[in-house]
């Protein structure tokens, strides 16, 4: 279920607060090689099955930066921010991979609300997700990311 907030300045009382999970996604080869398209890094153990069934994850694993783009699905599903003219992304923090994602495994965000400010003009969130991969204890991506909200 998305956390709503009616408004940017509401985010400013939940710090610390966990806001809640996205809905899971089964990552598929095809999403994987059409990352590899979009980006032109081919590497083997991304997008050849048969090689990378004898490398060390014996399948094909996802891309870490593509783990890490699924965040921009994930994050909306989990927040949701009301009565703004538009929200930005203005940046992230700390990315890390700490476990593979393997071709056909299910992921999902859960997202976290480290920190809230008021800055000119809005509210700058640092919202950390970590993309969680069903089964595993580590996530496949951690990052902290930085939006901002201005009021409508």
């Known amino acids: 279920m998305t956390r709503v907030f009616e408004h940017p300045e509401a ?8 806001l809640g999970e996205s809905a899971w996604l089964t990552v598929e080869q095809s999403r994987i ?3 590899a398209e979009a980006t032109g890094d081919h590497q083997w153990i991304h997008v050849d099955p048969v090689r990378a069934a004898s490398g ?7 891309h870490g930066y593509l783990s890490l783009a699924l965040v921009n699905l994930f994050l909306p599903q989990i927040v949701e921010v009301r009565g703004i003219s538009m929200g930005v992304n203005y940046g992230c923090d700390r990315v890390r991979f700490p476990n593979v994602v393997r071709a056909g495994a299910r992921v999902r965000g859960r997202a976290e609300l480290l920190a809230a400010e008021a800055v000119k003009g809005g509210v700058q969130a640092t919202i950390r997700v970590s993309v969680e991969i069903e089964g595993e204890e580590r996530p496949g991506c951690v990052v902290d990311t930085i939006s901002r909200y201005y009021p409508a």
Do not use: H
Request: glycine share 12%; aromatic share 12%.
């Open 56 to 62: 060390p994850y014996g399948t094909c694993i996802a």
């Open 33 to 35: 090689d059409q990352f």
């Open 11 to 18: 985010l400013l009382a939940s710090v610390g607060e966990v």
